[in-house]
């Protein structure tokens, strides 16, 4: 690692997210001291919270359960109490979605779905403490979820995502991830997609198919990849990467996602270890719903993973370039090697 | 404001941003109490650190001070001690410049300037606390130094801005600002342009030179316009607008600065007020250095002033879009209705 601290910057871009990131040692500690200086909270253990197993009453109405009608559930689906969007409004028809394209300032109503994924009953217990199986089984219930939700021909989009500790956004400490149901296709999709698009068309290629070169994998299983990417936007950001070309998450099998929990939890172990238990978010980077079939052959979807080690300023609010002070390859040799004991 | 609380929620978006932005009441507390709750910290009289007059000799080189040599400076342009770029790296040639438009994976050197503006000689004395006509000064420091850095070709857009507070990335407490000297045009600013272009070329007319319809304007002053943007990304976002076509902020004469110092002193004291002292970052946007001529028409450089009352989450990271909880109009009405004592 001492070698960065002498390396000069460098901008960067990928192709994926085309988006210069400037990586900059002479801001970084060294990347093995870059432990995240508020760990987020161990769960107490004896604390009960409306996601709690035997307080299912305390929260907005249920979706589905693992296993169907079980007092004795492992996950739950629920609708969110203070959701973004409103399920109860009229969807909105195809012209007025047409009309959301027109110049100028422009208003949808808000309709939606905004859920909560209650990834398992006992309140101490993080999704890292999970099987394979089941973080699969969470994983499973997001599949199941977005199915459901695909059959709204207004929603285009289903944002899955998980906030873990507070400086990560996370105003509930039991285990839990949420789904937004949008009825546009939201910017860092459109940007992305038209990206996948122009690298397809110059290259025949995908071009989240080719990703992944030696010094920046990390770890990967029969079906998976984990790596940190060329242009990461933060220090120690992780990509897991399906290594079958797969336009939609929602298209993985069963067995496929007992392969990803396991890399996922993997992963999740190895930030917590080398970072000291960071506060992270997570997202599934996803095709839209009701998209172009073309689409498909240039989507490749990923989750990625931000450890929040590092704040924003208005450097990055102003350009929407980011600061990353620890280079990709070292990340990676860092990850690489951390012993899960 | 009572009125916000059973508001159905709303997508918006505005012309000169372009990104959807959910406004959802639900998530609200009311706006009235939407105070921060980490206020950023007073400054204590009595410290001193390098940013202090008397300790010029702990800071990075100075680039130039106001007044002009003397030990008695009111304002100081200063080396970053920590810069994400630098400086003593060669210049990219136009043609590594334009190599990085290729398809792919790209790499720059990171050339580049990072600067520190020091505001004023006092520990304890806020941007706001400053006289319309020393925050004039400041202002007029900015521009000076963007001519300066304008007269290297290899440079594309100079992003100033300012950290206050903790928990909106600051890391020294003195009032200070910083510029960054960018060899690459950031994403916000071209798809801002792109924006501002087909507006422009739709209606013939320049988007921002429209902005601040009646219910979203704050104050006024003989040149510029307080107001709430109509899609803000952040609740309680402030966009002071030259009420003059303009595309670069450093064509702003001594007047104007004067009285864009005295309207952005009310809105730093209404801030204050209204929200409870909120850490807060601002961020001058203008048009690109060098640019092609044909730009000017439909580029309008303005001020962004975001105050921190809430983080953010997965949902954002994924997406790009933000939920924001206040309605503009409240905003504006609040901030419009704050009498500074
Ligand atoms: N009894 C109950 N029944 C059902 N649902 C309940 C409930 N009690 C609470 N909830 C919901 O549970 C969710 C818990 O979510 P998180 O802790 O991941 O973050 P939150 O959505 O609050 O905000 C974070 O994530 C969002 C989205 O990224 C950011 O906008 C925000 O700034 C950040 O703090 C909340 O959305 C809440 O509304
Ligand atoms: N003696 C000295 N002489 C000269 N310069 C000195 C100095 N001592 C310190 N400095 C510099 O002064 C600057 C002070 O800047 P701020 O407090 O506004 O935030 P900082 O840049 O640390 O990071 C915030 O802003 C950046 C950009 O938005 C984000 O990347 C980051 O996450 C956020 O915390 C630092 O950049 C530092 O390098």
Redesign the interface.
């Known amino acids: 690692m001492s070698s960065s601290g002498g390396r ?8 994926v997210s085309n ?2 990131v ?3 040692p ?2 970084a500690k060294r990347p093995s001291d870059f432990k995240s200086k508020s760990p987020a909270n161990p769960n107490p253990p004896q604390q009960k919270c409306p996601f709690c197993i035997g307080q299912e009453h305390e929260c907005a109405p249920e979706i589905f359960r693992v296993p169907p009608d079980n007092p004795d559930w492992t996950i739950r689906v629920i609708q969110n109490l ?5 399920r109860s ?1 009229h969807e909105p028809s195809a012209s007025s979605l047409e009309s ?1 394209h027109t ?8 309709f ?1 779905f905004h859920d909560v994924v209650i990834e398992n009953p006992v309140h101490s217990v993080q999704l890292s403490d999970l099987s394979p199986e089941q973080i699969g089984q969470v994983l499973l219930a997001y599949k199941k979820r977005i199915e459901q939700l695909a059959s709204h021909e207004s929603i285009k ?1 289903v ?1 899955v ?3 873990h500790g507070a ?4 105003s509930m400490s039991h285990s839990h991830s ?1 789904m ?1 149901a ?3 296709i ?4 459109s ?1 992305r997609l038209a990206n996948l698009k ?2 397809f068309e ?2 025949g290629k995908c ?1 989240v198919c080719q990703i992944g070169s030696e010094d920046l994998v990390i770890n990967s299983s029969a079906n998976f990849i984990s790596l940190v990417p ?2 990461a936007t933060f220090p120690f950001e992780i990509w897991i990467v399906p290594r079958y070309h797969s336009a939609h998450f929602h298209e993985m099998d069963a067995e496929k996602a007992v392969d990803l929990g396991g890399l996922l939890k993997l992963m999740l172990m190895k930030m917590s270890i080398q970072l000291n238990n960071p506060p992270f ?5 996803t095709g839209p719903l009701h998209g172009k079939g073309s689409e498909t052959a240039y989507t490749h979807w990923f989750l ?1 993973i ?1 450890p929040q080690l590092t ?5 990055e ?5 980011y ?1 990353n002070p620890v280079f990709p390859e070292d990340a990676a040799t860092v990850l690489r090697e951390v012993e899960i004991p």
Chains 1, 2 share one sequence.
Request: hydrophobic fraction near 40%; glycine fraction near 12%; charge should be positive.
């Open positions: 000069a910057p460098e901008l960067r871009k990928d192709a988006r210069w400037v990586f900059s002479a801001r203070y959701p973004a969007l409103s409004l959301a110049i100028g300032n422009c208003v949808l109503h808000g939606g989009y944002q995502f998980k906030n400086s990560a956004g996370a949420q937004l949008l009825p546009v939201p910017p860092t999709v940007s122009d690298y110059q290259t071009c060329y242009a978010n997570f997202m599934i980077h990625q931000v704040g924003i300023g208005g450097f609010l102003g350009t929407g370039c600061i």
